[in-house]
Nanobody, 113 residues
Framework: QEQFVESGGGLVQPGGSLRLSCEPN????????MTWHRQLPGKAREWVAT???????FYTDSVKGRFIGSRDDANNTVYLQMNNLGPDDTAVYYC???????WGPGTQVTVSS
């Protein structure tokens, strides 16, 4: 059974940085496309970034140049480095395997002074 466990969220001031981690299990990780999503307060969940096998990445426009996705296949972990955070980045962040319908608990990111 697929599982996704996100961590690394917290409270950060505007302009600050956080690195999120996700340790999925229940499937072979190395060849899977991994995605990051977020759900802003009162809004539907939205796609944020994709990390392809081999490390190529693709981002939604609002985070381009600020967020960096990466993966460590040896440790079955995918990361989202978030820089220059702003209040509009406040959300619960989730990781997922492309094509999966399973969601983890997510990790809360709050950007506030």
């Amino acid at each position: 059974q697929e599982q996704f466990v996100e961590s690394g969220g917290g409270l950060v001031q505007p302009g600050g940085s956080l690195r999120l981690s996700c340790e999925p299990n229940g499937f072979p990780f190395t060849d899977e496309i991994m995605t990051w999503h977020r759900q802003l307060p009162g809004k539907a969940r939205e796609w944020v970034a994709t990390v392809f096998p081999g490390g190529a990445t693709f981002y939604t426009d609002s985070v381009k140049g600020r967020f960096i996705g990466s993966r460590d296949d040896a440790n079955n972990t995918v990361y989202l480095q978030m820089n220059n955070l702003g209040p509009d980045d406040t959300a619960v962040y989730y990781c997922q395997k492309h094509g999966s319908t399973t969601w983890g608990p997510g990790t809360q990111v709050t950007v506030s002074s």
